[in-house]
């Protein structure tokens, strides 16, 4: 196997076999000897004050060894890097609904939960504010990872001066919980006053941060481990309450506590994708080129926190013109601090855009790709700077040419097969490429196996099968004879597995740590190329055990990863066909084409994987899914995934998705790679939604579409 074979290779996941047959250990299937189970009374009000508490029902339960409440909860030190900067169960005061108000610790999970019900909370409530669309002018900048505003060039000079055609109009996009199919789970095990968290976490280097400076230990005396993700998509990236509640309860009651969210729970214990109010202005001259674009959005924050979603960030990037402005406002309610979810900011924020982009190419009766193609951008038209790699063009090109887009009649409501009306639509799609410092190390042994151990986590992506294949390429040996250790504190240190980060990332450090580990086992060969001579045979010969080498990667630039000089980011063009019920107004997916421009890609098999992943994400934020909240008691209405509307099987068509192969971007990353986890998540429900313009002449800018929209005739 040649040495870029070894690397890009389609190979099927190794850790497949063990999630299919049920030996792979989620978090919650881990038993500490002693174990004991730990459940949240939640506060059923969204604001307010609790007056008082009665435990002793749930005390003298069968089977329940403590009831925490803020009246008897040991105090712990003031937390930083928790999503929020408040831990539940310290004081009386309620800031939303669902926030834990109490634990009880049983036995069993059903002594526990049983007991969680006797518990009986009086208190105070206070006026709520839930419904951020009414004070979406009342918002606040935010500090993040981007400034919440950014101007080029003279927005309204060019809307007064230089436009021939105006499209101004609101957008929405729904609040979106994460849904993973393992639930948040964290097992606390006090022993010797070090602290042991078995977590559901795309980061075991943020709850022992969180946990080291809740209970003032130097962080070396927490360890966080996790080996399986059931998916996270942003709702494990930060830590969370439950987090520290789980090694709260264990110092209480003296035994390894298990806190295992319920999936109501899921719903309030972390934060959701904000819904979003979102206003695009495009100016453009007759022939299409864009002289002006305006995009402001205001997200819901929490009471006592702040988060902002920059639904803008892609609109920065997205096309060639003169003058550009984008503004985020936060507004603060009485519900769960928000968080990212996959394709956070240009998931919401890019869904807007090129709805608005569809309606211009309306008004300027232009083919829609056309427009596109017109005002492509060949430079970063905010930043200034060339991008580290763009292949779009050729993402449109291929992508209309595999769905046939030449063929698409101009206007609306000309496509019909039986009682179904027929659109087609397009949207490109933008994604930041987020970069972290990560370390890893490689050794191999006297039999010529090869072990990387690097503290990332394996969320589902195929963390443990493309690492092997980056070491296997460099080492110029079969990626079957690399194992991965990961998901442990005490392995060198990695960035999160969130901002599609992980391959790019852990990926370039552990080529580093392979090369220098070949350049020592060179020494050994004289020269010679270790792979021929045999690994483990180059150990034998010089009588070692075994040999290793320690690689890193820093990206340098800001917390992201983001310098000044480059624009880093992943593009993909997306084509929808829908058909939409003439008499139900009920929209389907029926075709999606996606190709995409994403830097190299490792293994082919689990990128197409990760990108289909992303579309049917994408299929949910267009025609299903949203939590919608009860602004009388103060609660998200759904919570549960039978009120919440997910995807289906029944609901996905094919997916025609491909990448641009030919694509290395070693100015992104030292192994090519840029990031697709959440790429395929962008451009999905903007297509979707022109192409429901195309059917049936009706113009979508709330998401999700809902069948009574559609309903005309
Ligand atoms: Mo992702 S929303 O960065 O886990």
Not at 358 to 386: M, S
């Amino acid at each position: 196997m040649t040495r870029e074979a070894a690397t890009t290779a389609a190979r099927s996941r190794v850790d497949g076999p063990a999630k299919v047959t049920g030996t792979a250990r989620y978090t919650a299937d881990i038993h500490p000897d002693g174990l004991v189970y730990a459940a949240l009374v939640p506060a059923t009000v969204p604001s307010g004050r609790i007056t008082a508490i009665d435990t002793e029902a749930a005390r003298s339960a069968s089977g329940v060894l403590a009831v925490i409440t803020h009246e008897n909860a040991p105090r712990v030190e003031t937390v930083e890097g928790l999503a929020q900067t408040w831990l539940p169960v310290q004081d009386d005061l309620i800031r939303h609904e669902g926030q834990p108000v109490a634990i009880v610790v049983a036995e069993t999970t059903e002594q526990a939960q049983y007991a969680a019900e006797l518990v009986r909370v009086t208190c105070e409530r206070s006026p709520a504010r839930l419904d951020f669309r009414a004070h979406r002018d009342e918002g606040h900048p935010v500090p993040t990872f981007t400034e919440p505003d950014s101007t080029v060039g003279d927005v309204d000079a060019a809307l007064k001066d230089d436009a021939e055609v105006i499209v101004d109009q609101r957008y929405r996009t729904a609040d979106r919980h994460h849904n993973p199919m393992e639930p948040s789970a964290t097992i606390a095990e006090w022993r010797d006053g070090d602290l042991l968290l078995y977590d559901a976490t795309q980061h075991v280097w943020g709850p022992r941060a969180v946990a080291a400076a809740a209970f003032g230990l130097e962080p070396e005396r927490v360890r966080v481990r996790c080996d399986f993700l059931g998916g996270g998509f942003g709702a494990k990236g930060y830590s969370w309450p439950h987090e520290l509640l789980a090694p709260l309860a264990a110092k209480v009651v003296g035994r390894p506590v298990r806190l295992l969210l319920t999936r109501a729970q899921m719903y309030t214990s972390h934060g959701r994708q904000t819904g979003t109010e979102q206003r695009v202005t495009l100016g453009a001259k007759k022939d299409g080129t864009l002289v002006a674009i305006r995009h402001a959005s205001a997200t819901p924050t929490s009471v006592a926190d702040d988060y902002i979603e920059v639904c803008a960030a892609g609109t920065r990037s997205a096309y060639a013109c003169p003058a550009i402005e984008t503004r985020s406002r936060a507004v603060p309610v009485n519900l769960p601090i928000p968080t990212p979810m996959r394709a956070p900011h240009e998931g919401p924020g890019m869904a807007a855009l090129e709805i608005a982009m569809d309606e211009l190419a309306v008004e300027l009766d232009t083919d829609p790709l056309e427009l596109r193609l017109r005002n492509y951008a060949e430079a970063d038209p905010t930043k200034g700077v060339p991008f580290s790699s763009k292949r779009l063009r050729d993402c449109y090109l291929r992508g209309a040419e595999r769905f046939g887009w030449a063929g698409r009649p101009a206007k609306p409501r000309q496509m019909r097969d039986g009682n179904d009306l027929v659109g087609w639509g397009m949207a490109t799609a933008i994604m930041s490429t987020f970069r972290f410092p990560a370390t890893a190390r490689v050794s191999v042994d006297r039999d010529g196996n090869v072990l990387i151990e690097a503290g990332s986590q394996e969320i589902g992506g195929g963390t443990y099968t493309t690492m092997p294949q980056i070491a296997a390429g460099v080492l110029g040996i079969d990626p079957a004879r690399v194992r991965l250790a990961l998901g442990d504190t005490a392995l060198p240190q990695t960035g999160g597995t969130f901002g599609s980060s992980t391959t790019l990332s852990v990926g370039s450090a552990v080529a580093d740590a392979a090369r220098k580990l070949e350049v020592k086992l060179r020494g050994l060969a004289d020269g010679a190329d270790p792979a021929r001579a045999g690994l483990g045979r180059l150990l034998s010969h010089h009588c070692l055990d075994r040999l290793e080498a320690e690689g890193s990667w820093a990206p340098g630039g800001n917390a992201v990863g983001e310098g000044p000089d480059l624009s880093i980011a992943t593009f993909g063009a997306v084509f929808a066909e829908v058909r939409v019920d003439a008499d139900l107004g009920l929209p389907r997916l029926s075709r999606l084409t996606g190709v995409y421009s994403a830097g190299r890609i490792i293994n082919p098999k689990t990128a197409r994987s990760q990108i289909t992943g992303g579309m049917i994400w994408g299929l949910g934020q267009a025609l299903l899914e949203e939590s919608d909240v009860d602004v009388n008691l103060g609660r998200f209405v759904s919570k549960n995934l039978a009120g919440y509307l997910v995807p289906v099987n029944a609901d996905v068509p094919h997916l025609d998705a491909s990448f641009i192969e030919d694509e290395v971007d070693q100015r992104a990353s030292p192994v090519g790679a840029k990031g697709i986890g959440e790429l395929g998540a962008v451009g999905v429900a903007p297509a979707i939604a022109n192409a429901v313009h195309h059917a049936t002449g009706i113009r979508v800018r709330t998401l999700p579409i809902r069948p009574e929209t559609l309903l005309v005739d």
